[in-house]
Structures are given as C-alpha cells and as structure tokens.
Nanobody
Framework: QVQLVESGGGLVQPGGSLRLSCAASGTIFRINAMAWYRQAPGKQRELVAAKTRGGSTNYADSVKGRFTISRDNAKNTVYLQMNSLKPDDTAVYYC???????????????WGQGTQVTVSL
C-alpha cells in the first residue's frame, strides 16, 4: 500500500506565500516523478509543476516565476513553494507520484487526498 500525505494549505492574502509538502510512504521501490496538480471549482484538474527523479522540472505557464517545486528523494517528499499568490491560484492542490512499488512492476500513479489553498483578502 502507498500513501501520499499533503500538508501546508490554508488561507492567504494576495501576494502572500505558502509551502505545500507531500510525503509518500509504504511499499515503494522507486519514485520516477512527483508533481502537484490543482482543481478549482467548475474547472478541470491541471498540472501545476512536476519534477523527475533526475531533476527535470515542468511548470504551468500561469505559475512560472512564482512557484518552485523541489524534492527530497531520500525522504520521498515533494514540496511546492508558492509566492506572489493570486486569487486565481485558489484551488484544491493534489500531490501525485508516479512510482514503482516492486522492482518488476510497471510505474503507476498515486494521489494524495488534496489540500485547500484559498487566496483572498
């Protein structure tokens, strides 16, 4: 069994900052990539940022220059530092891990339960 546990969401004023964390635990052989997605009310879930085990990163255009994704491979943890937050960043943020549970398994996607981020006065 694999669990992804997120923390760090909350209410922040426009221009403020938040840091999200997500720790993966359970039977894990290797995590290939970890990412953050978000889903706002009435909208589809979208990729915010992703980071591979080798260090390659990918960001949504809307967050480039404001958000930074980082990983601690030894701790199976991914972080999302969010600066200069805007009301449009309000959403439920989900952690995703593409991982291999045993050495002969194919990679599979796992998701956290989501954490609410609200940007408002």
């Amino acid at each position: 069994q694999v669990q992804l546990v997120e923390s760090g969401g909350g209410l922040v004023q426009p221009g403020g900052s938040l840091r999200l964390s997500c720790a993966a635990s359970g039977t894990i052989f290797r995590i290939n990539a970890m990412a953050w997605y978000r889903q706002a009310p009435g909208k589809q879930r979208e990729l915010v940022a992703a980071k591979t085990r080798g260090g390659s990163t990918n960001y949504a255009d809307s967050v480039k220059g404001r958000f930074t994704i980082s990983r601690d491979n030894a701790k199976n943890t991914v972080y999302l530092q969010m600066n200069s937050l805007k009301p449009d960043d309000t959403a439920v943020y989900y952690c995703n891990a593409r991982l291999v549970r045993n050495w002969n398994d194919r990679p599979d996607d796992y998701w956290g339960q989501g954490t609410q981020v609200t940007v408002s006065l």
